[in-house]
């Protein structure tokens, strides 16, 4: 569900795309829009902007993880930041909650990074690019820095989580990352 309709009495309502039932991308949201994201049951929002989300975003029911990311083609953004963004993604997501990740326009930034969750979850990077999309048409994964980066996660997050119960060259199990 895409939702930016133009209210008859003032602004445009929020812009934010649902990509999941617990994931959503948008746009950098105001004090306004905090009702309609209170609407949405969001319990924790990722902020990929350098400057401080809307004080109301700070408050509960809200948590708000500040990720500030360079969207630009010269500064990739870093691995680290994703797998922090992740890091807090998950716990939410799997206790039933609701994640809202935004950037500015919702295009680059948030989509790498719900795209990054959704790799985490189990999609490949291909999955998660084309459902994003989808479901956002606004969004642009594939601008080459953006996936890139996208790409880069995938084969770090992968290499971090597999090799579970695999056996190592002296025949011992391996129970945790290489």
Known sequence: MNIRAASPAGPPAYNFSEITDQ???AVRPRARHVVAMRGLGVNLVLSTLWFAPTRELTRPPFKAVRLPMIDFPLFPIPLWM????VDAALPVLAAGGRVLVYCRAGRHRSVALTCCILIAIGMSADE???LVTEKRPVADPHIWYI????????RDWHMRHECVGRSDAAGSITTGPR
């Open 23 to 25: 994931l959503f991308i």
């Open 82 to 85: 994703f797998r922090r963004g």
């Open 128 to 130: 998660a690019m084309d």
């Open 147 to 154: 996936e890139a980066r996208i790409r880069a996660f995938e």
